[in-house]
């Protein structure tokens, strides 16, 4: 039986609904909203919403339940789960367990019955804030979680016959980049987002997606000034993006409520191709701030803020959004060729 709980905003604002698996433990996190219809295994597994409240705003989560496979990392990376209906019964011949008891094996909540449109739309006009998930209707403080780290503990090689080499560095990289990357005749080069591998030989980069504000990796941006320096190919997604711009002289700006959702439309700058796009992330580039030699390689045309940016004459190239996203569009899994075609 689930009994009443409650999310508490950190401006005071309060939403009412129901809880599953609550274990009498308050949970706090940034609360943010995904708009994808499909894809809840994926998003609830993607590093990139380590230490953060998940609300899917797509009305009914769960109805093709859970494969034990091809998750996004080995665990489940959110906070707590916020949905406006959950699916206990899945339909999909392959499900191996429904949301909830997957959910429940690692003591995530859900609290469900929540007019998920209703808190969107504050989210959308307030920004994503702090939030704390309790069964009690009584005021809490409620802060923002400190940041965590998510990396490898070590270097670890894939295809070490081949002979060209890429240094994936790990900020919280996602299963399906690898899985992308080492279909090409390369080895890679896993480390830790502060392991310094400029001194070793290598063909190319590749900065991986991550949580949290991209100003708190120091360590991975003085490495990167020093790999750019190198001039061998840098191919920087998501955070990785955000890691390039701030390794090369630019800023960042923390967006109002983020890019999270599988349709997000992406023009190439200055040509008539556009992208539809997977993305996650809460902060992106200021264009201002780019310095000479780099130019936006990308534009998100919902709110015109930069999803990619590229060095006119070095090969060093970014984008914000997902080119691996699986579920998702694949429009833009070209770029994995064009990365590996420069080394």
């Known amino acids: ?14 939403f009412s609904g129901n809880l599953l698996n ?6 706090t996190g940034e609360v943010v909203f995904n708009t994808s219809m499909a894809g809840y295994v994926e998003s609830l597994t993607d590093p ?23 998750f996004e990392s080995s665990k489940i990376q959110v906070k707590g789960v916020i949905l406006s209906q959950i699916s206990l019964h899945p339909s999909h011949e392959d499900s191996t367990v429904n949301l909830r008891q997957w959910l429940k094996s690692q003591n995530i909540p859900i609290l469900y019955n929540i007019d998920t449109r209703a808190l969107t739309l504050h989210l959308r006009s307030k920004g994503v804030m702090a939030g704390l998930i309790t069964n009690s209707l009584n005021k809490p403080t409620v802060s923002q979680p400190s940041h965590k780290f ?17 240094i994936l560095v790990d900020c919280g990289v996602k299963e399906n980049i690898i899985k992308s990357i080492i279909k090409y005749d390369a080895q890679v080069i896993q480390v830790p987002h502060d392991y310094d591998y400029t001194n070793q030989p290598y063909d190319g980069v590749l900065l991986s997606n991550g949580p949290g504000d ?17 001039n061998k190919p840098i191919f920087g997604i998501c955070l990785g993006s955000q890691i390039m711009g701030l390794s090369s002289g630019a800023k960042t700006y923390k967006l109002r409520f983020g890019h999270r959702g599988q349709n997000q439309p992406c023009k190439v700058e200055n040509s008539d191709r556009c992208y539809v796009t997977s993305q996650n992330h809460g902060y992106a580039l200021d264009e201002k701030t780019l310095p000479k030699g780099w130019r936006v390689l990308f534009r998100n045309l919902n709110d015109n803020s930069i ?33 590996v075609k420069s080394l």
């Open 48 to 70: 990139s919403y380590s230490n953060q409240i998940l609300v899917f705003t797509y009305p009914l989560i769960g109805n093709y339940g859970v494969q034990i496979k091809d």
């Open 1 to 14: 039986m689930a009994e009443l709980g409650y999310i508490h905003l950190s401006d005071g604002h309060i």
């Open 214 to 230: 991209p100003t708190s990796y120091q360590a991975t941006i003085e490495i990167t000034k020093k790999a750019l320096k190198n």
């Open 150 to 166: 998510i990396s490898a503990q070590k270097p670890k090689i894939y295809n070490p016959k081949s002979k060209k080499k890429i």
């Open 307 to 339: 999803e990619g940016i590229e060095h006119q004459t070095k090969p060093f190239f970014s984008v914000q959004f997902h080119p691996e996203a699986k579920p998702g569009p694949t429009d833009t899994a070209w770029l994995f060729e064009r990365f």
């Open 22 to 27: 609550w274990n009498n433990h308050f949970v």
